[in-house]
């Protein structure tokens, strides 16, 4: 259990997303609203570090707001990044690996 206790992960829930040019979003001041074409109803994306993990919905008693986990996203078989490769049907760590 001590491993764990170091463990650090960044949590992120994603409740839409939104594409615009750069030098808009450089002109945006503080307190600038972003519109999303999402709602407080619709599933939000649940990432720890990055990487989707889970979906759910938003939920709010009094001045609290909340996540409600609705569905775990499963993992790929192989999760393939440079120099290494975890899951089914990996490949070990630095053998034949080619770089780009």
């Known amino acids: 259990m001590a491993v764990l206790e170091d463990l650090k992960i960044d949590l992120s829930v994603v409740l839409g997303r939104r594409h615009m040019p750069l030098h808009i979003l450089l002109r945006m001041g503080r307190g600038a609203v972003i519109e999303l074409e999402s709602t407080e109803t619709d599933m939000v994306e649940i990432l720890a570090n990055d990487h989707p993990i889970a979906r759910g919905q938003i939920v709010v008693t009094g001045s609290r707001i909340s996540i409600e986990v609705t569905e775990m996203i499963q993992k790929e078989s192989v999760i393939r990044t440079a120099g290494a490769t ?15």
């Open 86 to 100: 975890i899951g089914e049907g990996a490949v070990p760590i630095l053998e034949d690996a080619e770089f780009a």
